[in-house]
Nanobody, 123 residues
Framework: VQLQASGGGLVQAGGSLRLSCLVS????????MGWFRQAPGKEREFVVA???????MYAESVRGRFAASRDNAKNTIYLQMNSLKPEDTAVYYC??????????????????WGQGTQVTVSS
C-alpha cells in the first residue's frame, strides 16, 4: 500500500488549501483514512479521520474550518482547509488503517503513511 500526499504550499492567514492523498495497492472503500500533522518541535497530532463508512471525526482545533472527503472511485481522499491560521503550519500526513480500528484518532491505528506535504501559513 502506498500513499502520496500533495497540495501543500505557502498561503496567507485566512486563505485556503486543498490537500490530496492518492492511495494505491488497496481499495479505499474498505479503509479508514486519517490526516495528521507535525509542526516544528512538536509531536505529530491528529487532524481528521474519515472512516470507510464516510463518517468523519475532527480535532477541535480544526472543526468548522477543515473538511475531509473521499472519492472511492479515484482512491483519493481530500482535506479542504479554509480560514487557515499560522498555527496550522506543519507537515501534513495522510495515513491508512486497513484494520478499520475503532480508535481513529490514534496514529498507532494506522499502518500506512504518506510522505507528508508542507503547509505554511504566513501571518
Amino acid at each position: 500500500v502506498q500513499l502520496q500526499a500533495s497540495g501543500g504550499g505557502l498561503v496567507q492567514a485566512g486563505g485556503s488549501l486543498r490537500l490530496s492523498c492518492l492511495v494505491s495497492g488497496r481499495t479505499l472503500r474498505d479503509t479508514n483514512m486519517g490526516w495528521f500533522r507535525q509542526a516544528p518541535g512538536k509531536e505529530r497530532e491528529f487532524v481528521v479521520a474519515i472512516r470507510w463508512s464516510g463518517s468523519t471525526m475532527y480535532a477541535e482545533s480544526v472543526r468548522g474550518r477543515f473538511a475531509a472527503s473521499r472519492d472511492n472511485a479515484k482512491n483519493t481522499i481530500y482535506l479542504q482547509m479554509n480560514s487557515l491560521k499560522p498555527e496550522d503550519t506543519a507537515v501534513y500526513y495522510c495515513a491508512a488503517d486497513s484494520r478499520r480500528s475503532v480508535t481513529v484518532t490514534n496514529e498507532r491505528s494506522y499502518g500506512y503513511w504518506g510522505q507528508g506535504t508542507q503547509v505554511t501559513v504566513s501571518s
